[in-house]
Structures are given as structure tokens and as C-alpha cells.
């Protein structure tokens, strides 16, 4: 059922392009584990050992402190629609914030969309899949616009505040790079 790969073959890369969504997970070597769900098309493969995601301003930054704190991070991967698949991967990340010559070179890859906070990269280092076959089916009805609204509304001054206030130190009391940078910043 389940089968282990060292990077991701051309299936996978066409499985992954066909979700509409994907989840990641991450945790520090002490405190909460977290699980993100994320949608719109943010998602890349930079090579078929490395990805990277445009990641929007949102009420944490759970991911972004874990991988600070310690890099492994794990993205799935569910089929809704069509044949039964779950594709993990298994990688090291690390968070590329704006106005670095990193963000520089990856930006290129993404339509930057209202809210956009940072870049997280990883560095993959087993593919796992397996079956699915358990996984409910579910039709896609189109990508929710509110965060994106959200974003634009609140304009780009109120967004640093909102950063700030609710992305600097995660749940757990750990510092993230936006918070270091706001800091910095001051």
C-alpha cells in the first residue's frame, strides 16, 4: 500500500498540481503540534527535492516559529476527487522573508497575492504515499476569497501592526523571523 521514494517523481509532481489543497505539519521539539491547512495556488516545486509555499498573513505563525526552532516539516497531500492517494513529504524548512536576496531569486515563482507574509522552503528528503482509500470524496467549489479581502482591506501599514501583534511569538512562546525582523525594524 504505502511506498517510500528519495525525491518526487514527474506522478507526483502532476498529483500535487491537481490539489486543491494541502496540509502542513510541524512542531518544535517541545510544545503544540501544528497542522495548517492551506489553499490558492502557492504551492511550487523548485526540483524534485525541493518545494516552497507562499505563505499569507494569517492568526498564527506556527509553522514559521517550529521551523526556527527545529526545520522538520511534513506536507500531504489527499485525493478528494478521482483515484484514492495520500503523498507526504518529508523535508527540513525554513522561512525566506521579503527584501532578501533568497526572496529575490524565489518571489519569481509566485503570483503574490494580498497579504503575502513569507516564503517557506524545504528541502525534501522521502516522498511517502499511500493508499487513500479511506479518504471521503469531495467536490471543489472554488477558493474562498475572505482572506484575501481581508488582507486587502486591512491595506499594508495595518497588516505590519497585525503581524506584529499576532505572528511574532507563536502559541508556544517561540520567536518567529517576522517577529525578530519587526523588532530589528524598531
Excluded at 63 to 80: D, G, K, P, V
Excluded at 152 to 158: P, S
Aim: charge should be negative.
Amino acid at each position: 500500500m504505502g511506498t517510500t521514494f528519495e525525491s518526487l517523481l514527474p506522478d507526483h509532481e502532476q498529483f500535487i498540481k491537481e490539489q486543491r489543497i494541502f496540509f502542513v505539519g510541524s512542531a518544535a521539539s517541545t510544545g503544540h503540534v501544528n497542522i495548517s491547512p492551506k489553499g490558492h495556488d502557492v504551492f511550487r516545486i523548485l526540483s524534485p527535492n525541493k518545494v516552497a509555499y507562499l505563505d499569507l498573513t494569517g492568526s498564527g505563525n506556527e509553522t514559521s516559529a517550529h521551523i526556527t526552532e527545529s526545520s522538520r516539516l511534513t506536507f500531504m497531500f489527499i485525493s478528494f476527487e478521482g483515484k484514492p492517494l495520500i503523498l507526504r513529504l518529508y523535508g527540513n524548512g525554513r522561512v525566506v522573508l521579503p527584501n532578501t536576496d533568497e526572496w529575490n531569486k524565489l518571489v519569481p515563482n509566485f503570483d503574490l497575492l494580498p497579504g503575502y507574509r513569507q516564503i517557506i522552503v524545504s528541502e525534501i528528503e522521502i516522498v511517502k504515499t499511500s493508499c487513500g482509500y479511506s479518504v471521503p470524496l469531495y467536490s471543489f467549489e472554488g477558493e474562498r476569497d475572505v482572506l484575501l479581502k481581508w488582507a486587502v482591506n486591512k491595506g499594508e501599514e495595518n497588516l505590519i501592526q497585525y503581524r506584529k501583534n499576532k505572528n511574532s511569538i507563536s502559541m508556544d512562546g517561540i520567536v518567529t523571523p517576522i517577529g525578530v525582523s519587526l523588532i530589528e525594524d524598531e
